[in-house]
């Protein structure tokens, strides 16, 4: 246990579907991420979230859609996805952006697309 | 463009000594994580190095040399649990993480 948590753990949605991912950290960080991350290659950072406010978006497609409503939660907002889109989607979450501070976590959501 | 190279997969012998390299090329350094990662779980902290040198925790130890942007992982008297990938990344000027594809060393009896 990281102190992150994911659900849901596995997600299986067509083309045409709505859904969302949620994200929970229960360790009083102030910045959350979103990651994708494919089968041989690098993580790939989405979203980063500093004090609320959103401070990344490394070009990522509109079908994604982040949301912080507070330092503890992080939600991804998937529509109109890709099958290329299916991937393991973590979560992490750390004290701040810079410095020492490693990353926490959480097990990932396992998404495939239709 | 930035770039993190390390190799894709290494093979060792249980109780054996392991070393996994990684270099890199960044806008900037500002340190430079090992994580690791079982299969189906989500990676963990192993180490940080931001100056020149070796860190030591345990049976696991980071080797860091600035000029050379060449990093280490060394894992001694391996262990089965030790089987995973391992991933090396490192903070540019802009504090962003930078990662590499990951090393997968798979342990033998």
């Known amino acids: 246990e990281t102190g992150v948590t994911q659900t849901p753990r596995h997600l299986v949605m067509g083309m045409t579907n709505k859904k969302s991912l949620k994200c929970e950290q229960h360790l009083g960080h102030n910045a959350m991420y979103w990651y994708k991350q494919s089968a041989k290659k690098p993580l790939e950072l989405m979203f980063v979230y500093n004090f609320k406010e959103q401070t990344e978006n490394n070009s990522v497609p509109s079908r994604f859609s982040p949301e912080c409503p507070n330092s503890s939660h992080l939600f991804l907002h998937l529509h109109t996805l890709q099958p290329e889109d299916s991937a393991l989607y973590l979560c992490?979450?750390?004290?701040?952006?810079?410095?020492?501070?490693?990353?926490?976590f959480g097990p990932g959501t396992r998404l495939t697309v239709t | 463009g930035q770039n993190i190279d390390q190799p894709t997969e290494m093979t060792a012998t249980e109780g054996a000594i392991v070393q996994i390299n990684c270099t890199y090329q960044t806008s900037g350094f500002n340190g430079l994580f090992w994580y690791q990662q079982h299969a189906g779980e989500a990676p963990t902290f192993l180490s940080y190095n931001v100056l020149d040198g070796l860190e030591e925790k345990g049976r696991f130890s980071s080797f860091l040399s600035r000029s050379k942007g060449y990093s280490y992982l060394l894992l001694k008297e391996l262990q089965m649990k030790d089987s995973a990938s391992y991933l090396c990344?490192?903070?540019?000027?802009?504090?962003?993480?930078?990662w590499g594809a990951g090393t997968k060393l798979i342990i033998k009896p």
């Open positions: 990344a490192v903070r540019d000027s802009n504090y962003q993480l930078i």
């Open positions: 992490a979450s750390s004290q701040d952006t810079s410095g020492s501070y490693e990353q926490y």
